[in-house]
């Protein structure tokens, strides 16, 4: 295809921003909310056609684009595997139901936010088609800033305290990255990631402090325990726009390093360092699960849940198995999918009663039973239900980690429990039980924009729960082709030390 597809997708967004940042800026422009919407539609379907265009049976990188950036020392160089499309799908999917689920809830600078919105899809499904170290890192760390601004202006009381916090983490973890990205050209001579991980093996000495430089920053945009406080304070204060987005899409971009840098370039590294990750990844499960049952605000609970589901991540992918990778990164789609009609669910009942507060609910299904049924389905799928997407990518995860390490497994499965206390305890006190609050009355049902983004993520759930095939015979030969790769370096390893 000479189609520049994949450029297209990157800067397709940035256009719309740019035509609504140039027209009129009134607060009750209804065109930029049209653009913005069109716009992302249209890149949603661009990327359809880009996943009905992937050939599946190939493990390399495919739809490649490259061009010389600065004196042929950077290059701007594109491409997609079996990993990378998947998230770029999910990336174009999020991000119109964001657009309309705002259109109703937020009340001021209307363009400025979708100008937001717009331009961190760009740095997202950048950092998804670069391979160059270079461009990975400048669209990792740009889309800081909108986020940083979504938070900062359009977020709850303490936005600016928790706009910073999120910031200052998220930066200090990649200035290490900065500087084992240099170390890397130092060493090798280039940036180009395909280059780096099929035609050059860096020196095992090396591997170590360059793996824990990554590490640093993957570890905090997980998040993973115990660099994780800053999430739940900036979901808490973000918008509902901004929770899905951070929830559904950055979360999983530390997770995609993992899978596109940790283990591929330093796999004697990422083996030894497995324990390490274990560890953190059982402590996550099992401590933010108890601190999530503590929770009143249903924010807050969401927000620790993400980081116990993102341990089963980390945990899957850290068993370099085919059933534990696999069920990671189905555990980062399905995640992002159910984490976002969460927080759209908690937006639903904020915008009517303005108020987050678990303990101001009970009774709703009486009032609005469209909203109750389909909070139930999402509830569910949370926990892992058989059925709901939810299920099959933790089922796989600790299929895989018993096969590397069962006494982790065993931990692991105790998350499952957990989820199920603070999930059914949530619905519980929201959904049913007896209303002591008399907002609850007057509460109004889903509306048609909230009730189509919602069935439409249900529906999803559902269908991949049921039928999550075409998302395996996706990532099946560029797991497979990763795991190959990380188990014949390890062999290669162990001859040259013989």
């Known amino acids: 295809m000479n189609f520049p597809i994949l450029s297209t997708l990157i800067f397709l967004p940035l256009l719309g921003s740019v035509f609504i940042f140039l027209s009129n800026k009134q607060e009750s422009n209804k065109g930029a909310k049209y653009v913005a919407l069109f716009t992302s539609c249209a890149n949603f379907l661009l990327s359809i056609f880009l996943w009905y265009s992937f050939d599946p049976t190939i493990a390399n990188f495919?739809?490649?684009?490259?061009?010389?950036?600065?004196?042929?020392?950077?290059?701007?160089?594109?491409?997609?595997?079996?990993?990378?499309?998947?998230?770029?799908?999910?990336?174009?999917?999020?991000?119109?139901?964001?657009i309309i689920?705002?259109?109703?809830?937020?009340?001021k600078r209307m363009n400025e936010f979708l100008i937001s919105i717009l331009i961190l899809e760009t740095f997202m499904i950048g950092v998804f088609?670069?391979?160059?170290?270079?461009?990975?890192?400048?669209?990792?760390?740009?889309?800081?800033?909108?986020?940083?601004?979504?938070?900062?202006?359009?977020?709850?009381p303490k936005r600016v305290y928790s706009a910073f916090k999120f910031f200052l983490y998220t930066l200090l973890g990649s200035v290490?990255?900065?500087?084992?990205?240099?170390?890397?050209?130092?060493?090798?001579?280039?940036?180009?990631?395909?280059?780096?991980?099929n035609e050059i093996k860096i020196p095992s000495e090396l591997q170590y402090v360059l793996w824990l430089a990554f590490f640093s920053s993957f570890a905090v945009k997980m998040p993973m325990w115990p660099v994780h406080t800053w999430l739940p304070d900036a979901h808490v204060e973000a918008p509902t726009a901004g929770s899905v987005i951070l929830a559904a899409i950055l979360l999983k971009m530390a997770g995609y390093g993992f899978l596109r840098f940790s283990i591929p370039m330093f796999p004697i590294a990422s083996e030894y360092f497995t324990p390490l990750v274990f560890v953190l990844s059982i402590v996550a499960i099992i401590y933010t699960s108890l601190v999530a049952l503590m929770q009143d605000d249903m924010k807050k609970l969401i927000a620790y849940s993400s980081v116990a589901h993102m341990g089963y991540v980390t945990l899957g992918i850290f068993t370099f198995t085919k059933y534990g990778v696999e069920g990671g990164m189905f555990q980062m789609i399905s995640h992002g999918l159910i984490s976002a009609a969460l927080f759209l669910c908690v937006g639903v009942l904020y915008d009517r009663t303005h108020s987050r507060m678990i303990s101001d609910y009970g009774g709703v299904v009486d009032y609005i039973p469209k909203f109750s049924f389909i909070f139930i389905i999402f509830t569910l799928g949370a926990l892992g239900l058989p059925g709901t997407?939810?299920?099959?990518?933790?089922?796989?995860?600790?299929?895989?980690?018993?096969?590397?390490n069962y006494l982790a497994a065993i931990l692991a499965g105790l998350g499952v429990i957990l989820c199920a206390a603070y999930m059914l305890w949530l619905a519980k006190r929201v959904i049913f039980g007896k209303i002591i609050n008399s907002k609850i009355e007057t509460l109004k049902?889903?509306?048609?924009?909230?009730?189509?983004?919602?069935?439409?993520?249900?529906?999803?759930?559902?269908?991949?729960?049921?039928?999550?095939?075409?998302?395996?015979?996706?990532?099946?030969?560029?797991?497979?082709?990763?795991?190959?790769?990380?188990q014949l370096s390890l062999k290669e390893n162990i001859v040259t030390n013989n």
């Open 176 to 197: 290490l990255m900065l500087v084992a990205i240099i170390t890397i050209y130092w060493s090798t001579g280039t940036t180009d990631i395909v280059e780096i991980i």
């Open 129 to 156: 088609c670069s391979l160059d170290l270079v461009i990975f890192y400048l669209f990792f760390e740009a889309g800081l800033i909108p986020m940083f601004l979504i938070i900062g202006i359009w977020g709850g």
């Open 62 to 98: 495919q739809f490649v684009e490259e061009k010389n950036w600065i004196s042929g020392f950077i290059k701007f160089k594109l491409g997609i595997d079996g990993i990378s499309i998947l998230f770029i799908v999910l990336t174009t999917f999020i991000i119109p139901i964001c």
């Open 101 to 107: 689920s705002c259109i109703n809830s937020i009340k």
């Open 445 to 486: 049902d889903l509306n048609f924009s909230e009730m189509l983004i919602l069935v439409l993520l249900g529906l999803t759930v559902l269908v991949f729960g049921f039928y999550p095939g075409p998302l395996f015979e996706t990532m099946g030969v560029s797991v497979d082709n990763l795991i190959n790769n990380y």
């Open 389 to 404: 997407s939810g299920f099959i990518g933790e089922f796989l995860v600790l299929v895989g980690t018993f096969q590397k």
